[in-house]
């Protein structure tokens, strides 16, 4: 038995670094494309437009992009023990192109300040998650929400344009 394990271990070539190497550079490096996205988010309220927030980001296919900006506003009273909340906006999205269409995975979060002068402050919330698929180099709509507790109307649109 030992014998033959010995004749095995001969017949194997060992690898060392360099045939590691050599494999590498063998195998075709994947292309990088590159997007640039574009989302709007539309607020009506009762009716009339009451602004339209726009992110907009380059992405590189089969990447995630997280964007967090914001700010920790006190909310609690000031007699009370410190309670904080974060305002601003949360953005992860996941990008491929796929069957002649782009294939988007993310997660948008908007919170800020409706009533700043009420103790404790009214904050307003925005949450989607998104898994859907769009044509390339055409705004889509890809969600309609409406508010139920306000009359406050959004609208989610996207652009997707190849750069590279």
Same mark, same amino acid.
């Given at each position: 038995? #030992?014998?033959?394990?010995? %004749?095995?271990?001969?017949?194997?070539?060992?690898?060392?670094?360099?045939?590691?190497?050599?494999?590498?550079?063998?195998?075709?490096?994947?292309?990088? =494309?590159i997007y640039?996205?574009?989302?709007?988010?539309?607020?009506? %309220?009762?009716?009339?437009?009451?602004?339209a927030? *726009?992110?907009?980001?380059?992405?590189?296919?089969?990447?995630? *992009?997280? =964007?967090?900006?914001?700010?920790? =506003? %006190?909310?609690? #009273?000031p007699?009370?023990?410190?309670?904080? #909340?974060?305002?601003?906006?949360?953005? @992860?999205?996941?990008? !491929?192109?796929?069957?002649? &269409?782009?294939?988007?995975?993310?997660? +948008?979060? +908007? !919170?800020? +300040?409706?009533?700043? #002068? /009420?103790?404790?402050?009214?904050?307003?919330?925005?949450?989607?998650?998104?898994?859907?698929?769009?044509? %390339?180099?055409?705004? /889509?709509?890809?969600?309609? &929400?409406? @508010?139920?507790?306000?009359?406050?109307? &959004?609208?989610?649109?996207?652009?997707?344009?190849? =750069?590279?």
């Amino acid at each position: 038995m #030992a014998l033959i394990v010995c %004749l095995l271990a001969m017949t194997v070539p060992a690898q060392g670094p360099e045939d590691r190497q050599k494999k590498s550079e063998e195998r075709p490096r994947r292309q990088i =494309v590159i997007y640039h996205l574009e989302f709007t988010l539309d607020e009506t %309220l009762d009716g009339k437009p009451s602004g339209a927030r *726009n992110f907009k980001m380059l992405m590189q296919e089969g990447e995630t *992009n997280r =964007v967090r900006i914001g700010s920790k =506003v %006190l909310i609690s #009273a000031p007699e009370s023990e410190p309670k904080f #909340a974060d305002l601003g906006l949360k953005f @992860d999205c996941k990008l !491929n192109e796929r069957d002649g &269409y782009i294939s988007i995975d993310g997660k +948008l979060e +908007l !919170n800020d +300040l409706v009533s700043p #002068a /009420t103790s404790p402050p009214t904050i307003r919330s925005f949450q989607a998650e998104i898994e859907t698929a769009a044509p %390339l180099d055409k705004a /889509t709509t890809i969600g309609v &929400y409406d @508010d139920a507790v306000s009359k406050r109307h &959004y609208e989610l649109r996207m652009t997707v344009t190849k =750069v590279k």
